[in-house]
């Protein structure tokens, strides 16, 4: 990827599976991607709307969300597709 492309990951601080999402995405943060972490208790809309379904990565330049579980495969499927849509 060569251009930069920001991520916003939603969890909390107690999620081991918000700990492995984050660890998935560090290999990508070299290629142009920033991983922005979220912590959904800090807002009560934040936590309304993901608390059910976190970790959730969101594509800051589409809105589009991808919900756990995913593996890197899917992950780099999800990047690739410029809507960001998940397939």
Do not use: K
């Given at each position: 990827?060569?251009?930069?492309?920001?991520?916003t990951?939603?969890?909390?601080?107690?999620c081991?599976l918000c700990?492995e999402c984050?660890?998935?995405?560090?290999?990508l943060?070299?290629?142009?991607?920033?991983?922005?972490q979220?912590?959904?208790?800090d807002?009560?809309?934040l936590?309304?709307?993901?608390?059910l379904?976190?970790?959730?990565?969101?594509?800051?330049d589409t809105g589009?969300?991808?919900?756990w579980?995913?593996?890197?495969?899917?992950l780099?499927?999800w990047?690739a597709d410029?809507?960001?849509?998940?397939?």
């Amino acid at each position: 990827m060569t251009a930069s492309l920001t991520l916003t990951l939603f969890g909390t601080t107690a999620c081991h599976l918000c700990e492995e999402c984050l660890h998935l995405t560090r290999p990508l943060e070299g290629n142009g991607v920033v991983v922005r972490q979220v912590d959904i208790v800090d807002s009560p809309e934040l936590l309304e709307r993901y608390q059910l379904r976190i970790p959730v990565l969101r594509r800051d330049d589409t809105g589009a969300e991808l919900d756990w579980p995913f593996d890197l495969g899917q992950l780099l499927d999800w990047l690739a597709d410029a809507t960001g849509e998940e397939s």
